[in-house]
């Protein structure tokens, strides 16, 4: 790796001034490693055990690890699961109520692992600043949502199951109701995928959209919390299915 180590100085001549700029290489490789300036390892030690402490809590016990995978995974299944059950029970009384989840095959980063699950488990699970949003959708929109879904081979769902035959849509169970084309349906996502990331333009289209006021990790959190024994046991069940 090469370090850019960048100095800049002011000049004055006369009336006008113009910037000088010196550069250097400093490589970096494994023979330096942990070679380091000990007055600032010094300086940080107590944040660094402070956070160490922190993010090394243990918050919930699994059964197994959980991975993503399409068309279905236990990784996909659990983190929808978890941020449906935060915000269904927020919006009780709500009409924005989410009947289902969706999240971005993308956005999950890493794996649960087998056994203890800590606070750094979930931030590298999900270490973006992704908030929770509800964006009410059209049959329109819901006919693109389940084609992006065909095309990409699956994405993470809660509280639907989409059948397929030949890769075209076929029908969907949301909610243990069959998919209705005369409703709109209140879909959960991150922020991220709200905006059209992914390409999923069909959430830019809804005409309601409702910010939680919460990020995807904090209701992961949420979730996690409310658990009556601390064991995080994933749904294994099929959710996008192809026929």
Request: charged share 25%; with cysteine.
């Amino acid at each position: 790796m090469i370090l850019w180590l960048l100095t800049a100085c002011q000049q004055q001549e006369k009336k006008a001034a113009r910037d000088s700029y010196t550069a250097k290489y400093i490589r970096i490789d494994s023979a330096m490693a942990g070679q380091g300036d000990a007055e600032l390892r010094n300086l940080i030690a107590p944040y660094k055990h402070r956070l160490d402490s922190a993010m090394g809590g243990i918050i919930a016990y699994t059964p197994k690890a959980y991975f993503k995978k399409r068309p279905n995974g236990t990784l996909n299944n659990i983190a929808c699961d978890m941020v449906l059950d935060v915000i269904q029970k927020r919006y009780q009384d709500s009409p924005f109520r989410p009947d289902f989840c969706m999240l971005n095959y993308g956005g999950l980063r890493s794996p649960l692992p087998k056994g203890a699950v800590t606070k750094s488990n979930i931030y590298q699970l999900m270490p973006f600043q992704n908030e929770s949003v509800i964006c009410r959708l059209s049959a329109k929109q819901m006919k693109e949502l389940f084609d992006y879904i065909a095309h990409t081979g699956g994405e993470p769902l809660a509280g639907i199951r989409i059948y397929y035959k030949d890769k075209k849509f076929d029908h969907a169970i949301i909610g243990g109701q069959r998919y209705d084309k005369e409703k709109q349906y209140n879909v959960l996502t991150s922020d991220y995928t709200a905006k059209g990331g992914n390409h999923m333009d069909f959430f830019v289209q809804a005409d309601t959209m409702i910010i939680c006021g919460s990020l995807l990790r904090d209701d992961m959190f949420a979730y996690i919390e409310s658990l009556p024994d601390s064991n995080l046991v994933a749904n294994e069940e099929e959710r996008v299915i192809f026929e």
